[in-house]
């Protein structure tokens, strides 16, 4: 991924990694490294920005974990473009002294892929919005720290291991040194195996190198960081398809009534503004499902002719449901809030 700050003015994004683990073969270390396990609940005094330094048990390298604090600057990400002087900044630490080039030779273990947005208004009335509007079964949704942040999992089970976490989050109020730009909204996606890299990445096998790593195939960060995708983009659309799949129909609707002031029940209200027979009766299984896409299923699935599966089966009722939901919460007029984070998003696929 290239990092870059852009900016305009009609947009303003940040791309690139927030946490960062490397693997760095032993031949890059100029002398032995100064080892240490970080503490994430009970810290220990080291550098800002050094999180660990570990031998790494299948290999005769390193893992060394990092964020992007080792700048210095809140609104800088790692990148193709500072990876060089990241390595100059880890040697002044003292706790490593290796190569210059040495980003030549690391491979990626695990990463945060992060878009930094500077947006219109406060993020604050954007995570208000997503959080009202998202209808979808596929990925699972967790609201943390007082409604600062929306996390997103995706997982195929109950018991099976979390596929996919998206985070999004209010990085001004992270911010307790009042250093990044006002009104950051921050999108993070958690890569965290060489699966998962590749996949979201589009690197294929021959990106990796096996050499004396037995099965492992690790990846070059030099390919993470050269890679032309935007993995945050894509799986934000996914999460937020049904979001913006009726937005005309959404935008169509929200000038007709205003929920603040009608004295009729809102959902008599909302059946109004439906001018579909199918809209009306895929609306009425909702309000009998009490407005939850788990109960729906459980009503139709008796009667269903085929088995396509729960995310294929509520899809149609999905922006139905995001239609209600933002005619409820009254925030029809700010729905052009939500284009501006898909176009900004959209935009930080960066050509060098």
Known sequence: MNNQTHSSSSLEFN???D?????????????????????????VE?????????????????????????????????????IAYVIQLLNRTGYVDLIPDAYNYAFVQSGDF???????????????LIRAMYTGVKYRKEEHSRNQNITFYYCRGKSTPKNVHFKIYDKTAKDKRNIVLKNTLRFE????SYKKIRTHLMLSENNAVSQDYGLRKPIPLMSVLNSKENPVFNIYKDITQSIY?????ITATSGVYSPATVTVSKPVVFRATLTSRKELERYSLLKEAEYDLDNLYSIIKPVLKSKPGKPATVKPYGSIL?????????????????MELYEKLQNGI???
Not at 19 to 42: D, N, V, W
Not at 114 to 127: A, G, H, K
Request: aromatic share 10%.
């Open 15 to 17: 791309i690139g990694i």
């Open 19 to 43: 946490t960062l683990k490397i693997l760095i073969p032993k031949a890059c270390f100029m002398s032995e490294p100064t080892t240490f396990r970080g503490q994430y609940f009970a810290p």
């Open 46 to 82: 080291h550098p800002e920005g050094l999180i660990s330094i570990l031998s790494d048990r299948t290999s005769t390298g390193y893992n060394i974990e990092i964020d992007s604090r080792i700048l210095g600057v809140s609104n800088h990400l790692i990148s193709k473009m500072n």
């Open 114 to 128: 992060t878009i930094d947005i500077i947006t219109e208004e406060s993020p604050e009335v954007y995570l208000k």
């Open 189 to 192: 996606l958690r890569l965290n």
């Open 245 to 249: 799949q009726y937005a005309n129909t």
């Open 322 to 338: 995001a239609s209600y939901q933002l005619f409820r919460a009254g925030l029809q007029p700010q729905y052009s809030m939500l």
């Open 350 to 352: 960066l050509k060098t």
